[in-house]
């Protein structure tokens, strides 16, 4: 026999009568208010103090018993809910945290460059014995070394390791000298201890103090959108060049 059990509450000071039906179905309703008795089941109803008062003491205990733990069942799979329910905030808290910060990186791994013609002139940061001067380079895939002008070397006091001769545009061979940075910071990207070739420039204005070249540029990944003016740089790449 199926029961269908209806949570009660009993008013402070006294308690409540509870009535008993049966419906066509075969299942028992305990209820509080006789008003909620379905019309054609009040001539069988029974009255009691406690919905289990018709039965033995023995079976009375043991139903009451079942009750509690019924209860207690409720209220744990009601604190599972909850917990699970704190759960799944926190793991969407922990995602939309993880989505900014994706974002964020994302941003931070955007350049913005100086476009004339098919020049592209890249911001950097020259370090050096804790000088730092920033500078705008060419980009360039030809050079194979990254290259400053005079006034930067002698703005950072870079000191002359050996000297070359170097192969310009148009085929020139001048003389230079080759020294070394503490390091080179473009974009997201530091390279440490940087060779560098220094020149003496004395021609027209040039727009920028050196040249980017393949020694930094072959170790990451990168493209250049003409439009927007950026360098955009891979994410996977996005670590400290050597």
Known sequence: M????????????????????????????Y?????????????????????????????????????????????????RSLEGELQRQAESEQAEKLRRAQMEAEKKIETKVVIEGNRVLVPVLLGNNGIEVKAMLLLDTGASQVVVHRNIADQLKIITLTKSLAVVAGGQTIQ???????YLRVGPFTMKDPTVVILDYGGPAAGHSGLLGMNFLRQVQYSVDFEDQVIRWQPAQTKVAK
Request: proline share 5%; net charge negative; with cysteine.
């Open 2 to 29: 199926a029961f269908c059990l209806v949570n009660l509450s009993l008013p402070q000071g006294g308690f409540s009568e509870f009535y008993r039906y049966v419906d066509k179905d075969g299942k028992i309703f």
């Open 31 to 79: 209820i509080d208010d006789l008003s909620r008795v379905p019309p054609e089941y009040r001539d069988q109803v029974q009255v009691y103090k406690e919905k289990y008062d018709y039965l033995p003491q023995e079976q009375r205990s043991a139903e009451r018993a079942k009750d509690r733990e019924r209860e207690h069942e409720l209220e744990l799979e009601h604190q």
């Open 176 to 182: 230079s000298e080759i020294g070394r940075l503490s």
